[in-house]
């Protein structure tokens, strides 16, 4: 058996290890119980895992023996239930440990009595922080309704009944979705079985270990398993903090280790699974999640509300997202708070199912219920969506976000076809955020919101219906992403042929300037994008692996995935132009969603739909060398550069620039005509061209504070968007400019994501005034900062 122990990680090393041993034994679906408590913080209650045992059934490597077989004669199971129809169970009564923080049952041992040389099969589960007080083997032959599956009844009398009705339960098709949900429901309930001892198990720093004694291989080990847990406050994988109105929220946060810190889980992308999950809070807040249904909320206990989600495609469970707020939808009347009206978004309810007329689309993934399949999803440019704010930013919620929605979703629509998913919310995140969440786009004109609801929405396909195998490879899902956001976003616009390309033209200068100074800054083995090389997607015998360089502090501030990751899809795409290149995009998404890829899927596919790039050496060597698999900046994009800076909106800055260089100069001491300055005429600008402006005076060694302050007068800069605000403050760093201070302090109070690389230059140039202001709005925001980036911000300035 392979060892268990920590590899010698310690905390200043960066490798995040995925423990989870998916080659013997695969989660297929989850169903949590839980209870949001806020005044503890914690999320406590049980989850249930439905396992079926791997390729690699043992450690000794024999394979599984477990078919695929799905349940036959589905009219059978029960008379008085239609698969199209939910069954309302009558719940069994499972009562948990009085004390869910203590452990109980005897049955958790401590790593002196667990020993990694055991011969029994250990159920490997990543898990980070989290409270376990009982492991139990469910009785799912008690549940009637499950036990009418096994029809042959060839399981009846033998000791593996239950895992014969649980993979039957896994492998029912997918028709029968409803169905198979409410059995997972009514199995999650089930007793444990009659006079077993709980689970034994152990954990460790990064993973939950169970055991069941004298089972020694996978098939044999119990395939419904309940955990009862809590989160603790220190956990990474949700926030506890305070929304921009001060009230207690929680939420996950995107964080390096992902989930394993809110439930016990197989975090390897390749353990793809379903989940249900139902969640109790306090009767104030609302409870949004991942899940493909919209939630109504239910009456609970006292003072509580229940809500009910599910996803029907098994993905990752990295994907499992949670928010907990008091939270208001933006477009809906709320009590004792007024919103404005503006024109309602469209917003189409549609109900997919499938029908005998969608059975001639053959998808290539696993069996779930595929919208690809359903004529219905194909027509349905928008589908049905909600923005959610705290009480201070729904005003612009509903006067910016919702309004751009179903425009942003019609135009990737029209770019690559069907919505993966059947609905889509968006939530106002608190400033705490680790990335440039949507609070920071509110501000300014409608420009850079736009993009950024592109951005997210391309995430639908790449990130989500299709996922990268090896995490390393955020490329795929960052990269296309940023690509794709170009391209919805003058969808929208409706620009020209010519705008559009002078648009993309002038985003992809400013993101070349951003990934070179990005390059220059940081360490060369964080710049690589296939870190593992034609080691990508390997893992040991088990599953197990590790994730190269996911802990390292300085990560989740590197933008070089999504800007290099962009660059290759641009330098591709002007190989075939960018017409085919969509084209390609909607056939490759056909072919792979509900799939985790690997570049070279990607990548060979292209080259084999455009086989002439070969001549002009571009090869999946050649991309691999130049793109992948080094930190260097490829010569093509080095050519490219120098074309950009020719385009006529990058002229117009420049010209802009000459003026501002010449004013400065002119407005020196003297005479107040002169210390007027001259009259100047300055153009409009858009808030790219206006980035790209700031940027340039930024190398300029010296600007006169005169030349400063009629800068922000001209642009109104303090009410430009996020983007804009953050080169201004640069400036006011750089040169000192006092009066510009109270937008420093605002913008790193409430823009934190981006505000911390200002902490940085607040620090450097050795002024206490400059320094105290750093400190100042550090003591502010410590506490509902993310750990990561607070623990960055103070090793800058302590």
């Known amino acids: 058996m392979e060892s268990n122990r920590d590899l010698d990680l310690d905390p200043n090393k960066d490798d995040l290890p995925l423990r989870a041993n998916t080659n013997h034994m695969l989660v297929r679906h989850y169903v949590l119980d839980l209870t949001v408590h ?22 000794h490597g024999e394979l599984g023996d477990i078919s695929n077989t799905p349940v036959q004669n589905l009219s059978q199971v029960s008379s008085k239930h239609d698969v199209s129809s939910p069954i309302t169970p009558e719940p069994n009564k499972v009562i948990p440990p009085e004390e869910p923080s203590c452990l109980c049952g005897g049955n958790d041992v401590r790593s002196v009595l667990w020993g990694d040389e055991s011969e029994e099969f250990t159920l490997v589960l990543d898990c980070c922080d989290l409270t376990v007080s009982k492991v139990e083997e469910l009785d799912v032959t008690t549940v009637p309704d499950l036990k009418k599956l096994d029809v042959d009844q060839q399981h009846a009398n033998t000791d593996h009944q239950s895992s014969s009705l649980v993979q039957r339960l896994v492998s029912m098709p997918s028709l029968s979705w409803r169905l198979q949900h409410e059995l997972y429901i009514q199995c999650s309930r089930s007793p444990t079985v009659h006079n077993a001892q709980p689970l034994r198990f152990h954990t460790d720093r990064w993973s939950l270990q169970i055991r069941k004694d004298g089972v020694c291989a996978p098939r044999d080990f119990p395939r419904a398993v309940r955990i009862w847990y809590e989160t603790k406050l220190t956990g990474g994988s949700v926030r506890w903090t305070k929304d921009q109105d001060s009230r207690c929220c929680v939420y996950t946060m995107g964080s390096p280790i992902n989930n394993r810190a809110l439930f016990p889980c197989q975090e390897p992308p390749v353990a793809m699974s379903t989940w249900q999950a139902r969640v109790r809070a306090p009767c104030d807040y609302t409870v949004l999640m991942s899940g493909e249904n919209q939630a109504f909320p239910k009456p609970a206990e006292t003072g509580f509300l229940q809500w009910d989600y599910y996803v029907t495609m098994p993905m990752p469970a990295s994907t499992f997202t949670i928010a907990v707020g008091q939270w208001l939808e933006a477009g809906v ?59 201070c930013h729904l005003q612009k919620a509903n006067d910016m976000v919702l309004p751009l929605l179903p425009l942003c979703l019609t135009a990737a629509h029209s770019v690559l076809g069907v919505h993966p998913f ?3 919310d968006v939530l106002i995140v608190p400033s705490g955020f680790s990335s440039l969440g949507m609070a920071s786009v509110l501000t300014g004109v409608r420009n850079l919101c ?51 390309e002078e648009q993309r033209q002038l985003k992809a200068l400013l993101r070349w300037r951003r990934l070179s100074d990005e390059l220059q800054n940081s360490e060369e083995e964080l710049q690589v994008l296939r870190p593992n090389k034609e080691n990508t997607g390997e893992v040991s015998e088990s599953g197990a692996s590790v994730v190269k360089h996911a802990l390292n502090p300085e990560k989740p501030f590197m933008q070089v995935h999504y800007l290099k990751g962009y660059f290759l899809l ?63 900046m490829p010569e093509w994009l080095r050519d490219s550069c120098s074309e950009w800076l020719r385009t006529p909106v990058v002229q117009k800055v420049k010209e802009e620039v000459a003026k501002w260089i010449h004013f400065s100069g002119s407005a020196g001491k003297g005479s107040k005509r002169k210390r007027a300055g001259p009259k100047v005429n300055f153009k409009e600008l858009s808030p790219e061209q206006l980035v790209l402006l700031l940027e340039f005076l930024l190398e300029e060694p010296m600007l006169s504070l005169s030349t400063l302050r009629l800068l922000q007068t001209t642009y109104n800069l303090q009410a430009q968007d996020a983007e804009v605000k953050h080169r201004w403050c640069e400036l006011a760093v750089k040169h000192k400019h006092t009066a510009a201070y109270r937008d420093v302090e605002q913008f790193l109070i409430h ?48």
């Open 422 to 424: 059947s609905r889509l």
């Open 570 to 632: 641009k330098f591709l795409a002007d190989q075939v132009g960018e017409e085919k290149f969509l084209d390609f995009f909607k056939v490759f998404v056909g072919k792979f969603h509900g799939q985790l890829i690997l570049s070279q899927d990607f990548l060979q596919m292209l080259l084999d739909t455009f086989p002439g790039m070969s001549s002009r050496s571009i090869t999946l060597e050649a991309i691999f060398s130049d793109w992948l698999d080094t930190p260097e």
């Open 450 to 500: 736009g993009a950024r609801l592109c951005h997210e929405i391309a995430h639908s396909w790449f990130g989500l219906a299709i996922g990268a195998r090896d995490w390393t490879e955020e490329w795929i899902s960052e990269g296309f992403a940023t690509y794709l956001e170009d391209v919805f976003w003058s969808h929208v616009q409706k620009l020209g042929c010519r705008e559009a």
């Open 751 to 798: 823009d934190q994501a981006m505000g911390w690389y200002l902490y940085g230059e607040l620090m450097v140039q050795e002024d206490a005034r400059q320094q105290a202001l750093a400190r100042r709005c550090l003591s502010i925001i410590k506490d509902d900062m993310e750990q990561s980036a607070c623990s960055v911000v103070e090793e800058m300035i302590l």
């Open 333 to 391: 009347k709320h009590p004792n708070f007024e919103v404005e009206k503006t024109d309602k978004p469209y917003k189409k309810e549609l109900s997919v199912s499938l029908d005998n007329d969608d059975q001639q689309y053959v998808c290539s993934h696993m069996d779930y219920p595929c919208r690809f399949m359903a004529s219905a999803a194909r027509t349905q440019t928008v589908i049905p969506h909600r923005v959610f704010a705290p009480p």
């Open 38 to 59: 806020f005044q503890r913080k914690v999320i406590g209650g049980s989850i249930v895992l439905f396992l079926e045992p791997g390729v690699v059934s043992s450690k």
